[in-house]
């Protein structure tokens, strides 16, 4: 089959949702050998892909009526939720986690990559938005219960946004409403990075946007994930009714 560096999962249907899922894979694509380097638990751990997150972000698609936009790359290979202009883009070190297939990446290197995958993926975000005028963009991440070191987090969900918290505002409401449920706003990361697929897509346009982040362990199997998609749609759409035009 032909390595291609993304997916579009219901590319005809036509909510007024685009679904996102920038770190949906943990793939090293055959033009890196397949291979980064690093043993494969430390693939299997967060530092390559946002696990559970791409299962959810179909579960979320199908139930809004959506298409989806998936990333095929490990954001190790280079991360599309980065600038390009962003120290993060490639890294070499993550978690403490030394990246082999990343240490002397040199300037070309990242260029070609950035050519390769992050540019193609970022394309066909674009070409999907463009469809329609008042498209609201949702990107569907997850995050690690916690980082070698550090405190455990409590957050089961965190929206996170920019500026531009229209949607971000009645979604964070109406998760609130939900009992036994800790929501975080901008946790556990901040809200916006000059150059992510956030700002590229949404922010620039005046587009309606949300970074959905769920902690991975909420979202560990198939069942779980559906459960999820299947819970955020109504509540998105809600929150979507209360934009003012």
Same mark, same amino acid.
């Given at each position: 089959?032909?390595?291609a560096?993304?997916?579009?999962?219901?590319? @005809?249907?036509?909510?007024?949702?685009?679904v996102?899922?920038?770190?949906a894979?943990n793939?090293?694509?055959?033009?890196?050998?397949g291979?980064?380097?690093?043993?494969?638990?430390?693939?299997a751990?967060?530092i390559?892909?946002?696990?559970?997150?791409?299962?959810t972000?179909?579960a979320?698609?199908?139930?809004?009526?959506?298409?989806?936009?998936?990333s095929?790359?490990?954001?190790?290979?280079?991360?599309?939720?980065?600038?390009?202009?962003?120290?993060?883009?490639?890294?070499?070190?993550?978690d403490?986690?030394?990246?082999?297939? @990343?240490?002397?990446?040199d300037?070309?290197?990242?260029?070609?990559?950035l050519d390769?995958?992050?540019?193609?993926?970022?394309?066909?975000?674009?070409?999907?938005?463009?469809?329609?005028?008042?498209?609201?963009?949702?990107?569907?991440?997850?995050?690690?219960?916690?980082?070698?070191?550090?405190?455990?987090?409590?957050?089961?969900?965190?929206?996170?946004h920019?500026w531009?918290?229209?949607l971000?505002?009645?979604?964070? $409401?109406l998760?609130?409403?939900?009992?036994?449920?800790?929501?975080?706003?901008?946790?556990?990361?901040?809200?916006?990075?000059?150059?992510? $697929?956030?700002h590229?897509?949404?922010?620039r346009?005046?587009? @309606?946007?949300?970074?959905?982040?769920?902690?991975?362990?909420?979202?560990?199997?198939?069942?779980?994930?559906?459960?999820?998609?299947?819970?955020?749609?109504?509540?998105?759409? $809600?929150?979507?009714?209360?934009?003012?035009?």
């Amino acid at each position: 089959m032909t390595y291609a560096p993304y997916t579009i999962e219901g590319e @005809n249907r036509d909510s007024g949702f685009l679904v996102t899922c920038d770190h949906a894979t943990n793939t090293v694509p055959p033009d890196l050998g397949g291979s980064l380097g690093l043993p494969q638990a430390d693939m299997a751990r967060h530092i390559a892909y946002d696990l559970g997150a791409l299962g959810t972000a179909r579960a979320l698609a199908a139930a809004l009526g959506a298409p989806l936009v998936a990333s095929n790359f490990s954001r190790l290979v280079i991360d599309p939720n980065r600038g390009e202009d962003d120290p993060t883009l490639l890294m070499r070190l993550y978690d403490g986690s030394i990246i082999p297939g @990343n240490r002397h990446a040199d300037d070309a290197e990242r260029a070609r990559r950035l050519d390769r995958f992050w540019h193609p993926y970022h394309g066909a975000i674009e070409r999907m938005a463009a469809r329609r005028k008042d498209v609201a963009i949702v990107a569907v991440h997850s995050f690690t219960p916690q980082l070698r070191g550090r405190p455990l987090r409590p957050w089961h969900v965190g929206i996170l946004h920019a500026w531009d918290a229209r949607l971000s505002d009645p979604l964070i $409401a109406l998760l609130e409403r939900v009992p036994d449920l800790t929501v975080g706003r901008n946790q556990p990361y901040p809200g916006h990075l000059p150059g992510d $697929a956030i700002h590229r897509h949404a922010l620039r346009y005046g587009r @309606n946007n949300t970074l959905i982040e769920l902690r991975h362990d909420l979202i560990a199997d198939t069942q779980a994930q559906n459960i999820w998609g299947q819970r955020l749609a109504p509540l998105l759409e $809600a929150a979507l009714a209360q934009v003012a035009p």
